[in-house]
């Protein structure tokens, strides 16, 4: 008999009053059920600080743009294991006035000195070398947030930093969730780190203050100069003396180097609804793949997290995954076949292979993956109708461990999620190609008009979680804040079905005698996501905003 445990989840409640068709299997009580609501603009990100500092510049008559640097730059400092200025990310934006979406890779290129063998047995500490200064790559976050701002922002680039340099130097006190990941880090950080990250050699607790005068003078600089100061100016030198002191492979020249680049998007339909995400680079598109493959299905027949509809979504995401291992690549060196994975008759031949009643063993076609939950993501939309979804990360929690000193910012260890065998699977590390990032930022079209953007955190599950939250508010008609509440699964190389314990015991055990290897979890993936409601003259007219009850942030609308 397989047990139901909690993981620290919140009890199940449904209560009618607040919502009268909440179905089974919503990991928070019925209060979390409820949107943020707003007339003018939304932002929801996984701390309250970095929302109310995207509200903050959407109310001084900023537009989605710049309050998407706000938020970015403030979770920099109040979120600092997750992302910042030495990370990278993928971003998805509506921009109202050319009436697109766009794709912007901040994910950076792999340094041109890299050589992926150190990575790689029989070379001594090539386990230690995954982790360190080599697998620190080119951080592309700021050069996004100016491109953004240049591009679409209304508002002075110094103001959008006003908020992130007043939380890194007045402080904020740590969360419970916070201080824990400070502490289980805290001997990894260099000493320079530790002295304030920790108190006498004892790192920060709960509701102690974290102040960053370094990381806001870092800030000051690129408000002052730009992204210059990472990229060819002084930030980037005392990067680039880093690395040479630690035996990395980023250097000045690849920095200078980095350009913030441009995408179409990719998207599929489903149901009648236009579904976009992040074409490659980005390995979003096995996101499309499963939602294709479900659209086979009469999900709303089968039922919210029954037996029968949780077996073929498992079926058909093992597919995808299987996808994403074989075809990822860069698309100017190896582009995946898109034009055939993205059509319905790949679905229909792909479908007519799954088995209903017996799980089949994943197969892989010999290229493992890494899984990474230490990431963010946060949407803003705005009046006019713009539209920011970003997944931003250092990887690692605090990347690489690597802070220069005097600069308060973390290195990402970004070449640590590359594939190192077999050696030039198109996910290894190859010097000078660009990094393939799995993040999945993602608007839905209804009608013609964007609906919904959201996103999250996760590492190999963010594919599987952002096609089920789809299929939530599809198939099942969820709100938006029930859509991301929903219990959720995720299939992990090579064979367990991770299953989050509101779903109950029954379809568990049902699920283990059809051959799935079960494995009951805490809290799958840390989503963001808002919707846009429209007047007569198709102009927004009122927004909703959500955040996932299995983190700690908020969503608000004003």
């Given at each position: 008999m397989i047990q139901k445990k909690h993981f620290g989840l919140i009890v199940v409640l449904i209560l009618m009053v607040f919502c009268d068709h909440a179905p089974e299997g919503v990991v928070a009580d019925a209060s979390a059920l409820i949107p943020a609501t707003g007339i003018s603009g939304m932002v929801s990100s996984a701390h309250p600080l970095a929302t109310q500092a995207g509200l903050d510049i959407l109310k001084a008559g900023g537009n989605a743009f710049d309050a998407a640097v706000a938020v970015a730059s403030t979770l920099n400092v109040v979120e600092p294991a997750m992302s910042g200025i030495g990370g990278y990310g993928t971003i998805l934006v509506f921009v109202a006035k050319e009436k697109r979406v766009r794709f912007l890779d901040s994910s950076g290129k792999i340094p041109s000195a890299c050589d992926s063998d150190l990575f790689r047995a029989p070379t001594p500490n090539y386990l230690d070398n995954r982790r360190g200064a080599k697998a620190v790559s080119t951080p592309g976050n700021v050069n996004a947030w100016e491109s953004m701002s240049k591009n679409y922002g209304k508002l002075s680039w110094p103001k959008l930093f006003e908020p992130a340099i007043r939380a890194a130097e007045e402080g904020f006190e740590l969360g419970e969730k916070g201080a824990r990941t400070i502490g289980r880090a805290f001997d990894s950080f260099p000493e320079y780190a530790q002295e304030f990250y920790g108190k006498n050699g004892i790192p920060l607790r709960e509701g102690e203050k974290l102040i960053q005068q370094d990381l806001a003078k870092s800030l000051k600089r690129i408000a002052e100069e730009g992204a210059g100061a990472v990229y060819g100016g002084p930030i980037g030198s005392v990067i680039d003396e880093e690395m040479n002191k630690s035996g990395g492979f980023l250097s000045s020249e690849d920095l200078e180097a980095d350009k913030a680049e441009w995408w179409a998007p990719i998207h599929i339909e489903y149901r009648g609804f236009q579904v976009?995400?992040?074409?490659?680079?980005?390995?979003?598109?096995?996101?499309?793949?499963?939602?294709?493959?479900?659209?086979?299905?009469?999900?709303?027949?089968?039922?919210?997290?029954?037996?029968?509809?949780?077996?073929?979504?498992?079926?058909?995401?093992?597919?995808?995954?299987?996808?994403?291992?074989a075809y990822a690549g860069d698309p100017e060196i190896s582009s995946p076949p898109l034009d055939r994975l993205l059509t319905e008759a790949y679905w229909d031949k792909e479908v007519a292979k799954i088995d209903l009643e017996r799980a089949k063993p994943f197969s892989p076609p010999g290229v493992p993956i890494k899984q990474g939950d230490n990431t963010t993501h946060f949407v803003v939309a705005d009046r006019w109708g713009n539209i920011v979804s970003a997944t931003q990360t250092l990887g690692n929690a605090f990347g690489s461990r690597i802070m220069p000193e005097g600069t308060g910012v973390w290195l990402n260890n970004s070449l640590y999620y590359c594939t190192f065998e077999p050696k030039g699977n198109p996910m290894d590390a190859h010097a000078g190609h660009r990094k393939l990032s799995g993040d999945c930022p993602t608007i839905i079209f209804k009608e013609g008009k964007p609906w919904v953007a959201l996103g999250t955190p996760g590492g190999h599950t963010i594919g599987q979680t952002i096609p089920q939250i789809v299929m939530n508010l599809i198939d099942f008609k969820m709100n938006i804040q029930e859509a991301l509440a929903a219990s959720r699964i995720s299939f992990v190389e090579p064979d367990v079905l991770s299953v989050e314990s509101g779903v109950p015991e029954s379809v568990l055990n049902a699920l283990s005698l059809r051959g799935h290897n079960i494995r009951v979890s805490g809290g799958l993936g840390n989503a963001h996501a808002l919707a846009i409601l429209y007047d007569a003259k198709g102009r927004p007219k009122s927004f909703k905003g959500a955040a996932d009850p299995r983190g700690q942030g908020k969503a608000r609308g004003y």
């Open positions: 976009y995400t992040a074409s490659p680079p980005s390995t979003a598109f096995p996101s499309l793949i499963r939602l294709g493959l479900m659209s086979r299905y009469d999900n709303q027949s089968l039922g919210f997290n029954t037996e029968e509809y949780l077996h073929r979504f498992a079926e058909v995401s093992k597919h995808a995954f299987w996808c994403r291992l």
